[in-house]
């Protein structure tokens, strides 16, 4: 250690606002480095292990004082009294606007004095029965006034009666796929693949659609210009599509904010959006709105019908509606609360908001700054991210019943299931050594924590998540693929039965029957030398598990295809079950690369790709391919669209690629290579 250092540290202390210690000099700190385990430093290199135990002694002598300093500069700011009350779950109704902006005031005020006081800053935020299994709503349609077959699916969802939208849909009798700022419609004829209408909402970007008898409901977002700045408005628009030839506005709603996602329950469409609060004066709003790219006609919510969570921390509106689509201009209930939204979970009778927040450590970012500023080795900083879960009673009036925080994050909406009143969810956290560990919670119906099992898979995150029943089925990854089996019978206290390995990690997984599960992921491969221990992905793998003796679950086929990947991979929706058939059709996409010519590399990298389905059975624990369609419309150089998502109408599997990447090209004798944002489409008969 140089003189210089003990300066440095010296004055970081100064700046901090506290004296250092007489205590801090050279000699003193080797005194009291005798047995310091040191903080753990980076992956990826030898370190100089003198350095480690000195950042580590620091650490020890400097922590109580850090501690009081950290203590007093994030004192959080004296709340301005208001007649706010909150209700028993730990959610505050506000009673006027003025309440409102006072809440923002602080909120904005706290952070600044954060800011102020650590560079880094302290808070981040917003970032049935057997096979009960397949109540995962992998069912099969039914015919929705056309006079269309009645042999066809619906989008594959989380939770039985609780539709979901998609960006592809099929009737029975037209199948309808939405690019950009449009929605297009083909005859679910093979020898008629044309597209026969469209509906489009110019300036506006479709997020996604769903069919509900002879309406179909668009969700749409804008950017919409108001006081010199823009913000973004969500819109749900139904479409009267009884005669396709004469597709008509039936009416639309609005509210702010950046759609999040939605449910269709019946008739009552749940909307979800989050808007941020550039200003204290800002109060969330919605609206009616029109088929026209004109400014929609907003108005603040009522303030009563605006709430916080408990200690927000970022001036983020999570906005609810709940429109009944036979009359989608007025909104049965429109209410907003103070606090960010990420994921949603919802069944037939309750609606949860998920939020991921985090905050640094603010020691360890401490010493990580002193260790870079001296040119010491760089060490990690430790992170501690929140999961903030909001409540949401589904009946006439939506009602925000609770909240609660879990620790850790999730992995997408299948981390969450409702059963029996208790809320199930699985996480990962980091452990002090800021390794990836693993945790469930259970929370009861007020939101309160009665059991938990913490801590498991050390150094691996959470790739996949199913609920069947009273069972928890998890797989975590970092070179192996952990199927982890936990028993819930006892909410108050869920434990791991079982586990089991295998290379590769499934990121969905689908259940099959009472004792199979089937999953869908990553097939990986390892890199082993003198320099790397690690593993890269390279393609698909379909997995089976056999579930039947829950303490000891068991691999009973597996099927691996090199260079493939699908959209199934990361987006549950675009797996498509055939219960008639009892097989599942998943998209593909393959790039052939080939170095034969180097002139012509652009060519040859993209004239070998390959885009189409693949269609299995899973029969007996074993995995049976029973075709493998590349379809012609999907090739080429200039035609880059890959099959997004695939139905089936009677004996035909139609594949669609809604190139909502703008990324489609066709050649024009006038205009040479010009931009065709219109979805692909082809159809295989099943084998």
């Known amino acids: 250690m140089k003189n210089n250092d003990i300066e440095f540290i010296k004055d970081k202390f100064s700046q901090s606002g506290v004296n250092a210690p007489d205590s801090i000099n050279a000699e003193s700190i080797k005194e009291r480095l005798n047995g310091v385990e040191p903080l753990r430093a980076v992956e990826g290199g030898k370190k100089n292990s003198r350095q480690m135990i000195l950042v580590a002694g620091i650490a020890l002598v400097t922590t109580v004082a850090l501690s009081a300093t950290i203590f007093f500069n994030f004192a959080p700011i004296s709340k301005i009294k208001n007649t706010m009350f909150p209700n028993k779950y730990g959610v505050t109704a506000f009673s006027s606007y003025n309440e409102v902006k006072q809440e923002l005031a602080q909120i904005n ?25 397949a109540k995962d709503s992998a069912a099969t349609g039914s015919a929705s006034g056309s006079s269309g077959s009645d042999d066809y699916n619906s989008t594959y969802t989380q939770v039985e009666g609780v539709d979901e939208a998609d960006i592809v849909k099929t009737d029975g009798k037209y199948i309808y796929a939405a690019s950009n700022s449009s929605v297009s419609v083909f005859p679910a004829e093979p020898d008629k693949l044309e597209e026969i209408a469209k509906i489009n909402e110019e300036s506006r970007y479709i997020e996604e659609f769903y069919i509900s008898g002879n309406d179909l409901i668009t969700i749409s977002s804008e950017n919409v210009h108001e006081n010199n700045y823009y913000k973004i408005v969500s819109y749900l628009s139904v479409y009267d599509i009884s005669d396709i030839n004469n597709i008509y506005l039936k009416g639309s709603f609005c509210q702010e904010g950046n759609y999040i996602s939605s449910r269709l329950i019946d008739n009552m469409l749940y909307l979800v959006s989050s808007s941020y609060a550039n200003n204290d004066d800002y109060l969330p709003c919605y609206g009616k709105s029109q088929s026209t790219p004109d400014e929609p006609d907003l108005e603040p919510i009522p303030a009563e019908d605006i709430y916080m969570v408990q200690n927000p921390s970022e001036t983020t509106f999570t906005i609810i509606s709940s429109v009944d689509i036979g009359d989608p201009s007025q909104p049965t209930a429109t209410k907003a609360i103070l606090g960010s939204a990420d994921e949603i979970y919802c069944n037939t009778e309750h609606l949860y908001i998920t939020a991921e927040s985090y905050s640094i450590n603010p020691i360890r970012s401490f ?53 029996e009143d208790n809320l199930r969810i699985a996480t990962t956290s980091e452990n002090d050594n800021g390794k990836d560990i693993n945790n469930l919670y259970v929370l009861n119906a007020e939101m309160k924590q009665i059991g938990s099992v913490t801590g498991f898979a050390n150094n691996e995150s959470i790739k996949a998540v199913r609920y069947i029943n009273d069972t928890a089925y998890v797989i975590t990854y970092e070179q192996t693929d952990p199927l982890f089996i936990i028993d819930l019978t006892d909410p108050t206290s869920p434990n791991i039965t079982g586990e089991a390995k295998i ?38 793998k379909l997995v089976v598990f056999d579930i039947t003796d829950k303490a000891n679950p ?13 959209e199934v991979q990361s987006n549950p929706k675009a797996l498509l079950y055939n219960s008639k058939r009892n097989d599942y059709t998943i998209p593909f996409y393959k790039n052939g690369l080939t170095d034969d010519d180097e002139d012509s590399a652009y060519y040859n990298k993209y004239a070998g790709h390959q885009s189409g389905i693949i269609n299995f059975k899973v029969t007996d624990g074993k995995i049976s391919v029973t075709d493998i369609y590349s379809s012609p419309e999907f090739y080429g150089v200039y035609n880059m669209c890959d099959v997004d998502r695939c139905v089936y109408v009677d004996d035909y599997i139609y594949m669609i690629g809604c190139n909502r990447t703008g990324g489609l090209y066709y050649y024009d004798d006038k205009e040479g290579y010009t931009n065709d944002e219109t979805p692909r489409i082809d159809c295989v008969k099943y084998k």
């Open 503 to 540: 290379t590769g990690f499934s990121t969905m997984l689908v259940p099959v029957d009472e004792n199979i599960l089937l999953g869908i992921g990553y097939n990986t491969e390892a890199i082993e030398d003198d320099v790397f221990d690690m593993e890269y992905q390279d393609g698909l």
């Open 554 to 566: 068991v691999v009973s086929d597996t099927r691996v295809f090199n260079g493939v990947y699908s």
């Open 367 to 419: 010493i990580e700054d002193i260790s870079y500023e001296l040119d010491w080795n760089y060490y990690y900083t430790t992170s501690s991210y929140k999961t903030q879960v909001i409540k949401i009673d589904l009946n006439s009036d939506i009602d925000f019943v609770g909240s609660a925080t879990v620790d850790g994050y999730i992995k997408d909406q299948y981390s969450l299931d409702e059963y």
């Open 109 to 133: 005020s706290a952070k600044m004095m954060s800011n102020l006081n650590f560079a880094d800053g302290f808070d981040y935020g917003a970032k049935g029965s057997a096979p009960e299994a």
